[in-house]
Each structure stands twice: as C-alpha cells, then as structure tokens.
C-alpha cells in the first residue's frame, strides 16, 4: 500500500467529498503525517492494514509527554479517527483500530463576550473622517448582529444581501448556506459605506465583494483580526478582543434575552446544537449572578 497515494486520496475525500475548509484539511492531514512518521520511525514501516489501537495508544501517550494539552490531543485523535474511518468505509483495512480509542475530557471554556456598553464603545472609537472609517464599522456591525465569523466576512458578497427581504446569506464552514436577518442599523450601516466604496477602482473579479481594501482587494483575515483589535484598544477596553469575541457577544446576548436555542444555532451555523449549547450555561450563570445579587435568599448566601 503505497502511503503518499493514500493520502492524497485521502485528502481529495475531505475536499471533495466531506467539503471541509482548507484549514481543516490541513489539520487533518498533519495529524495523520504526524502519526504516519511515529509509526514508521518505532516499527521500520506504516502499514494502516496492520496498525492496532497498540500504536495509536503509544502515539497519544508521547504526545501528552512532549507536552500537548487535551485540547491538543483530542483534536489530533478525531484526525486520526477520521483518516481510519474513511480507510475502513472504503474497504482499504478489514478492522477498525480506532474503535476503542477515547477523547481526553476537555473542560468547556466560556467564551470572553463584550457588554452591550463595550461595543457602543467600540462603535464611538472608530474615526469615520477616515477613508476606511465607514466600511469598519460596517464591518463591524455586521460581525455584531450577525455573529458571522471572520472568514464569512471577508467572502461576504453584495450578491449576499437580501435587504428588501430582510435578510443576507452567508456560506459558512463546509459550503453550507444559511440565512440571518439583518437588523435596521445594519442596513443603515452598509449603505452609507456602499457609497463610499463606489468611489474605489476595483478589478472585475472583486467587484461583488462587499468589504474591501483601500486597494480594490478584499480584506484578509489578518486585516479584520488587526482592525477589530486596534478599535477595541481605542475604545479602551482592556479584554482580548477578536472578531470571534464579537460573534460570541451576538450569541450571548441572543440567549439572555430568551432566544430559542435552535434558532441561535441556526444563525450561528452550528452544525451541532452541542456547540450552541455552551451559551445556555452562560446565561445560567447570569441568571445565579442576578439571584444573588438581587434575591434576600441569594444575597444571604453571603452574609
């Protein structure tokens, strides 16, 4: 079994047949090489058609001794699961030796989100006498409202947004479409910076890209990171604020003000409620927050 074949077949499968972005591609694929090296450099050889949960038990145990976190290790064993499911759904091995292998427990972090009055802040910090001024806080309002990550900013086209209708369409992770409704400000918002945009020389194949530099271009994923950064720093708030923080924010405060889970998950584009869920413990921990505070029997507890 030539090993550079298969995984190149390998990775057409994740491509083209499971549709996973780039990035994950690429994890995937390093995960496999990495245990691909560690079994040949321990056993002379990798053959998939012989390797038991021996070897990938010996493999996770070096990797927790170099050092890697749960979280680390957990991401590396779902690569490796995938690469033998896919193997065993193709008939390429008669066993699956990844059967018994179990995930370390990660604990669930709550993700950092912004008070409504820190992104007011940060909405106020943003110089709009400046060229790209009105196209940031757009930009901004649309990662705010829409909880849309950094990488279905950057590929938001004109031909995304339904106003009239109420709504715009982002393709998220996997080619998957989903709708979102757009609030009034946002609409406001991307107007006035569609208006300005106009008055820049963009190439053909960039024209229906809706944030764009001042070169014609759209924007990398680096840029909105450092934009969405520098306006939290202007706005003097002291957290770690990424685009990310601001898709969190659109979720948390969805669930406080008693959204329907399921339909959270679907504007966020959660293909697992699981994933959605964790906003659910956060508003719980609003809820305990506000007992205390304001309840005699909370407020006790403390006395």
């Not at 070096?62 to 690569?79: F, P």
């Not at 196209?135 to 995304?160: F, K, Q």
């Not at 959270?264 to 921990?285: A, F, K, P």
């Amino acid at each position: 079994m030539n090993t550079d074949e298969l995984l190149l077949e390998y990775q057409a499968y994740l491509m083209l047949e499971k549709r996973l972005s780039a990035n994950t591609i690429e994890a995937y694929m390093r995960d496999v090489r990495a245990f691909r090296d560690h079994v040949a450099e321990e056993c002379g050889v990798f053959d998939p058609t012989v390797i038991t949960y021996k070897e990938i038990e010996d493999f996770i145990a070096d990797l927790s001794r170099t050092g890697a976190g749960s979280r680390s290790v957990a991401r590396t064993i779902s690569g490796i699961k995938s690469f033998f499911g896919w193997l065993y759904l193709y008939d390429k091995i008669e066993n699956l030796p990844t059967e018994l292998v179990e995930s370390p427990k990660i604990g669930r972090k709550i993700p950092d989100c912004l008070t409504e009055n820190e992104v007011e802040r940060m909405f106020a910090a943003i110089d709009l006498s400046l060229e790209e001024g009105h196209r940031n806080r757009a930009m901004l309002e649309v990662m705010y409202s829409c909880g849309l990550r950094v990488s279905e900013v950057v590929s938001l086209r004109i031909t995304d947004l339904f106003f009239d209708d109420g709504y715009l369409r982002v393709i998220g992770k996997g080619d998957k479409e989903r709708l979102v409704p757009v609030s009034d400000e946002l609409i406001k918002q991307v107007a006035i910076y569609r208006q300005i945009r106009a008055s820049i020389h963009v190439e053909s194949r960039y024209a229906d890209y809706l944030f764009l530099s001042r070169r014609g271009r759209p924007l990398s994923r680096v840029m909105v990171f450092n934009i969405v950064k520098r306006t939290a720093a202007d706005a003097g708030i002291t957290k770690t604020v990424s685009p990310h923080t601001l898709r969190h924010t659109f979720a948390t405060q969805l669930v406080k003000g008693g959204a329907d889970i399921r339909l959270v998950q679907q504007m966020l584009g959660h293909s697992s409620i699981m994933t959605t869920e964790i906003y659910t413990h956060l508003d719980i921990r609003h809820k305990q927050e506000t007992l205390e505070q304001f309840h005699p029997l909370g407020q006790k507890t403390h006395i």
